[in-house]
């Protein structure tokens, strides 16, 4: 039978079987799109060796197409689509979801694509701090009709053990640094190609460069809220996005489809990797 | 030949061949989920005379899992996901379309869900101004990091012209009212049934009677950035959505599935009408 679990207008955890479904998740990650969730389940699966010949991965929210979710034995694989109120209502009840289930000692990472600042496209950014578009690491949001000023502070120890990952595999280059979370793509990120620009070049350089003065090395639009809920719910957090270009040579991706879709695998082999070595160091513990 | 249109990675209107696809659109539903936007293709084909049996509506943004755009005759069907940063992405690259595209006298309606407040679920809400959480008729954004206010004004004539249908169709309640949009589906809407709370249900209802007396009678997710930048490309623009429970009575939907399935036709049923009676006048004059 299916159950519907991520749905803003059905969701109901506490009367569903959690503890035997769910109990032993350890790790979730979260991303955009459905389609890179469902693909992301399969890596994990041939990674962790749980993978079946021919298996097909039931969509946990099928019934649904707002999200998407697949459980690879103790990892979650979730989408949460675009933009801070969309990966707000899917953490709430993924919150929800795991405290109903008694999870202890969950890991949480975001996986995602952003645009890169002073780097060359390609390279995996670690989050070492969520900022909003004035350059502070905070996430506000209105309550009550009243301003609330949340930390977005993330779990340090994870992205030292998440860079060293990247140093094992040697594969690609990976940096810890702060991402800038913004509420629109085109205005709120300075590009010059949306549907409306009132600035210039000049002005999108030198916001871009103010960025650059605070740390800031991409821009992505999920990561400040996912810190700060991940921080109330003493989630263990990170978030690791790979840069597709460097918006300070443009606003429209330039490399090939296949260099792109090799870019988007970063993250994922990363985490990966990431997993893998602690589910085995758990093992000889 | 397949062609994405919506897709921030890789969207390049101006080199597509849009005059011949989309010149002819008269009309453009946007609402969140890609599957009820097919599902108001198949239905507004049908309306129009336009069905063609065992038609098969094909997807043009296939290649993304983002959005979904269907196109029936001068109708255009697109889904814009949760949220202002979601939908203000499609809005950006379906403005460019039209651009590009020389469309000419083009109206468009949100479709949605939403909830009420003081009205019988299933009441169907044109909306006369979109509100921020604060109860102000404004849609703020970031821009270069400096704050920017732009007006959520829709269009009053198109709104009458909304209500006068509901009047022909007399199925169910339709008002004009002011709409609330908010970042957040929980915290943001004053939801006890989060995954965070730190407020009381006398708190919820203080601040839900307050949204009452500034005219607000639903709360949904998109409509002020949809106002603004409908409003600042010129485009006739409305806002339709059915309330699927009454927030000063409950948090969670307690209508049986079949009820909350039909209200949900309710928008799509109102704008099927209006679209009809345009198109039946066009041709006529």
Redo the contacts between chains.
């Keep these: 039978m299916k159950e519907d679990i991520l749905y ?5 955890t506490g009367t569903l079987n959690f503890p035997a479904k769910f109990g032993d998740v350890k790790f979730v990650c979260v991303g ?4 890179r969730m469902k693909s992301f389940a399969e890596y994990i699966a041939g990674e962790l060796g749980l993978a079946v010949p021919n298996a097909e991965y039931p969509n946990i929210c099928e019934s649904t ?2 999200y998407a979710m697949y459980k690879v034995g103790p990892v979650l694989s979730v989408s949460h ?6 990966i ?2 899917m ?3 993924l ?2 979801l795991l ?1 109903h289930a008694r999870c202890t000692d969950v890991t949480i990472v975001r996986l995602g ?1 952003s645009g890169g600042i002073g780097l060359h496209p390609g390279t995996v950014v670690i989050t070492k701090q969520p900022m ?4 502070l690491p905070r996430f506000e ?5 009243k301003s609330v000023v949340r930390s977005t502070e993330l779990d340090g120890d994870l992205a030292e053990e998440l860079l060293q990952c990247g140093k094992d595999l040697a594969e690609f280059d990976t940096v810890i640094a702060n991402t800038m979370c ?7 990120q ?1 590009r010059l190609d ?3 620009c ?2 210039t070049e000049e ?2 350089q030198n ?1 871009l460069a ?1 960025a650059y003065a605070a740390g800031v090395r991409n821009i992505e ?1 999920e990561s400040s809220v996912f810190a700060a ?1 991940c921080k ?2 003493n989630l263990r957090a990170a978030v690791v996005c790979v840069t ?1 270009l460097d918006r300070q040579k443009g606003d ?2 330039s490399s090939s489809h296949d260099v ?1 879709h090799s870019y988007q695998q970063r993250p994922q082999i990363l985490v990966g990797h990431y997993i893998k070595k602690k589910l085995n160091a758990s093992k000889k513990s």
Tied chains: 1, 2.
């Design positions: 803003h207008f059905n969701l109901n955009g799109s459905p389609w197409d707002r689509g675009m933009g801070i109120p969309s707000s209502i953490l709430h009840e919150i929800k405290y694509t909003d578009a004035t350059f949001q209105v309550i009550l009709g913004t509420l629109d793509f085109y205005e709120g300075a949306g549907a409306f009132s600035y002005d999108k916001y103010k639009m809920m109330l719910s597709l429209q991706l792109l």
